[in-house]
Protein backbone atom coordinates (compact mmCIF):
# COMPACT_ATOMS: atom_id res chain seq x y z
CA UNK A 1 0.00 0.00 0.00
CA UNK A 2 1.53 3.58 -0.79
CA UNK A 3 2.16 5.93 2.28
CA UNK A 4 -0.61 8.29 1.03
CA UNK A 5 -3.38 5.57 1.26
CA UNK A 6 -2.00 4.37 4.60
CA UNK A 7 -1.95 7.83 6.36
CA UNK A 8 -6.10 7.98 4.40
CA UNK A 9 -6.39 4.71 6.16
CA UNK A 10 -5.44 5.18 9.28
CA UNK A 11 -4.76 9.19 9.69
CA UNK A 12 -0.69 7.99 10.88
CA UNK A 13 1.95 7.18 8.68
CA UNK A 14 3.98 3.57 8.18
CA UNK A 15 6.71 4.52 10.88
CA UNK A 16 4.31 6.08 13.34
CA UNK A 17 2.34 3.06 12.92
CA UNK A 18 5.07 0.81 13.66
CA UNK A 19 6.31 2.52 16.09
CA UNK A 20 2.46 2.03 17.95
CA UNK A 21 2.61 -1.57 17.19
CA UNK A 22 5.90 -2.12 19.19
CA UNK A 23 4.81 -0.03 22.07
CA UNK A 24 1.63 -1.40 22.30
CA UNK A 25 2.63 -5.02 21.21
CA UNK A 26 3.08 -6.84 25.20
CA UNK A 27 0.03 -5.02 26.39
CA UNK A 28 -1.81 -6.88 23.26
CA UNK A 29 0.46 -10.16 23.38
CA UNK A 30 -1.62 -12.00 26.19
CA UNK A 31 -4.85 -11.99 23.79
CA UNK A 32 -3.00 -13.86 21.25
CA UNK A 33 -2.33 -16.63 23.60
CA UNK A 34 -5.58 -17.46 22.91
CA UNK A 35 -6.15 -20.23 19.82
CA UNK A 36 -8.34 -17.36 17.75
CA UNK A 37 -5.88 -14.96 18.79
CA UNK A 38 -5.15 -11.97 16.62
CA UNK A 39 -1.40 -10.95 16.34
CA UNK A 40 -0.87 -7.22 17.58
CA UNK A 41 -0.23 -5.00 14.32
CA UNK A 42 -3.72 -6.73 13.24
CA UNK A 43 -5.32 -4.95 16.47
CA UNK A 44 -3.77 -1.99 16.20
CA UNK A 45 -4.48 -1.54 12.25
CA UNK A 46 -8.17 -2.16 12.80
CA UNK A 47 -8.50 -0.10 15.52
CA UNK A 48 -6.71 2.76 13.50
CA UNK A 49 -8.98 2.15 11.04
CA UNK A 50 -11.90 2.18 13.08
CA UNK A 51 -11.06 5.20 14.44
CA UNK A 52 -9.78 6.83 11.69
CA UNK A 53 -13.09 6.40 8.94
CA UNK A 54 -16.25 6.50 11.35
CA UNK A 55 -17.20 3.10 10.59
CA UNK A 56 -19.64 0.74 12.27
CA UNK A 57 -17.57 -1.86 14.27
CA UNK A 58 -19.47 -4.40 12.09
CA UNK A 59 -17.42 -3.09 8.77
CA UNK A 60 -14.45 -2.77 10.66
CA UNK A 61 -14.56 -6.08 11.90
CA UNK A 62 -15.20 -7.43 8.28
CA UNK A 63 -12.56 -6.11 6.67
CA UNK A 64 -10.13 -6.93 9.24
CA UNK A 65 -11.22 -10.19 9.01
CA UNK A 66 -13.09 -10.94 12.58
CA UNK A 67 -16.46 -11.07 13.90
CA UNK A 68 -18.30 -7.67 15.60
CA UNK A 69 -18.09 -9.55 19.14
CA UNK A 70 -14.27 -10.27 18.26
CA UNK A 71 -13.04 -6.68 17.50
CA UNK A 72 -15.14 -5.17 20.39
CA UNK A 73 -13.14 -7.10 22.58
CA UNK A 74 -10.18 -5.92 20.26
CA UNK A 75 -10.83 -2.32 20.80
CA UNK A 76 -11.60 -2.84 24.29
CA UNK A 77 -8.17 -3.90 24.43
CA UNK A 78 -6.77 -1.22 21.64
CA UNK A 79 -7.69 1.30 24.00
CA UNK A 80 -6.83 0.46 27.41
CA UNK A 81 -3.76 0.01 26.09
CA UNK A 82 -3.03 3.28 24.12
CA UNK A 83 -4.70 4.78 27.81
CA UNK A 84 -1.89 3.53 29.70
CA UNK A 85 0.73 4.90 26.88
CA UNK A 86 -1.72 7.92 26.67
CA UNK A 87 0.94 10.59 28.57
CA UNK A 88 3.64 9.96 26.23
CA UNK A 89 1.79 10.61 23.37
CA UNK A 90 -0.68 13.96 24.80
CA UNK A 91 2.25 16.41 26.23
CA UNK A 92 0.70 20.51 26.68
CA UNK A 93 3.55 22.47 26.01
CA UNK A 94 5.94 23.20 29.28
CA UNK A 95 6.28 27.35 29.55
CA UNK A 96 10.23 27.19 28.04
CA UNK A 97 8.61 25.63 24.72
CA UNK A 98 5.39 28.58 24.60
CA UNK A 99 7.70 31.13 22.44
CA UNK A 100 8.52 28.01 19.94
CA UNK A 101 4.81 27.02 19.89
CA UNK A 102 3.70 30.83 19.39
CA UNK A 103 6.19 30.75 16.27
CA UNK A 104 4.48 27.67 14.68
CA UNK A 105 1.12 29.34 15.32
CA UNK A 106 2.43 32.55 13.61
CA UNK A 107 3.89 31.19 10.85
CA UNK A 108 0.72 28.97 9.81
CA UNK A 109 -1.82 32.29 9.84
CA UNK A 110 0.28 35.21 10.96
CA UNK A 111 -1.66 35.66 14.29
CA UNK A 112 0.20 36.37 17.39
CA UNK A 113 0.28 34.66 20.85
CA UNK A 114 -1.61 31.57 20.18
CA UNK A 115 -0.29 28.54 21.68
CA UNK A 116 -3.04 26.37 20.45
CA UNK A 117 -6.43 25.51 18.68
CA UNK A 118 -9.08 24.39 20.48
CA UNK A 119 -12.51 22.22 20.08
CA UNK A 120 -15.08 20.06 21.32
CA UNK A 121 -16.27 17.71 18.80
CA UNK A 122 -18.92 15.01 19.24
CA UNK A 123 -17.70 11.40 19.77
CA UNK A 124 -20.54 9.27 19.45
CA UNK A 125 -21.51 6.46 22.11
CA UNK A 126 -23.12 3.99 23.55
CA UNK A 127 -24.65 6.05 26.72
CA UNK A 128 -24.96 4.17 30.48
CA UNK A 129 -28.70 3.50 30.56
CA UNK A 130 -28.70 5.29 34.36
CA UNK A 131 -27.88 8.59 32.69
CA UNK A 132 -28.58 7.78 28.85
CA UNK A 133 -30.40 11.79 28.63
CA UNK A 134 -27.41 13.56 29.31
CA UNK A 135 -25.84 12.21 26.82
CA UNK A 136 -28.47 12.98 24.02
CA UNK A 137 -27.25 15.57 21.82
CA UNK A 138 -29.20 18.00 19.80
CA UNK A 139 -29.34 16.30 16.59
CA UNK A 140 -30.83 12.94 19.11
CA UNK A 141 -28.11 10.73 18.98
CA UNK A 142 -25.80 10.28 21.95
CA UNK A 143 -22.25 11.65 21.86
CA UNK A 144 -19.98 13.05 24.38
CA UNK A 145 -18.24 16.46 24.14
CA UNK A 146 -14.81 15.98 23.89
CA UNK A 147 -12.05 19.06 24.62
CA UNK A 148 -8.91 18.71 22.28
CA UNK A 149 -6.11 21.19 22.00
CA UNK A 150 -4.15 20.44 18.67
CA UNK A 151 -0.20 22.41 18.31
CA UNK A 152 0.45 23.45 14.75
CA UNK A 153 2.14 20.55 13.89
CA UNK A 154 -1.79 18.59 14.58
CA UNK A 155 -0.23 17.31 17.39
CA UNK A 156 -2.71 16.74 20.28
CA UNK A 157 -1.54 18.61 23.17
CA UNK A 158 -4.78 18.07 25.35
CA UNK A 159 -7.62 16.39 25.63
CA UNK A 160 -10.68 16.15 28.20
CA UNK A 161 -13.80 13.16 28.21
CA UNK A 162 -15.10 14.30 31.14
CA UNK A 163 -18.45 15.59 30.46
CA UNK A 164 -21.63 14.44 28.56
CA UNK A 165 -22.68 16.78 25.49
CA UNK A 166 -24.80 18.32 27.57
CA UNK A 167 -22.92 20.20 28.81
CA UNK A 168 -21.65 23.82 26.77
CA UNK A 169 -18.03 23.87 25.67
CA UNK A 170 -17.21 27.29 27.81
CA UNK A 171 -18.07 25.11 31.14
CA UNK A 172 -15.60 22.24 29.88
CA UNK A 173 -13.04 24.71 29.47
CA UNK A 174 -13.34 26.64 32.27
CA UNK A 175 -13.03 23.34 34.38
CA UNK A 176 -10.00 21.56 32.80
CA UNK A 177 -6.68 22.13 33.39
CA UNK A 178 -6.17 24.14 30.53
CA UNK A 179 -6.78 28.15 32.75
CA UNK A 180 -4.32 26.59 35.20
CA UNK A 181 -1.43 25.30 32.68
CA UNK A 182 -1.85 29.18 31.10
CA UNK A 183 -1.61 30.78 34.03
Do not use: W
Request: charged share 15%.
Amino acid sequence: MEERHVIATYRLDRATIQELCDQLEPDLMSAIRHPTGIPPPVQVLSVLHFLASGSLQTTVAIASGMSQPMFCNVLSRVLSALLKHMRSYIVFPQVEDLPTVKGDFYALGHTPKIIGAIDGPHVALVPPRRSEQVYRNRKNYHSMNVQMVCLADQYISHVNTKFPVSVHDAYILRNSSIPYVMG
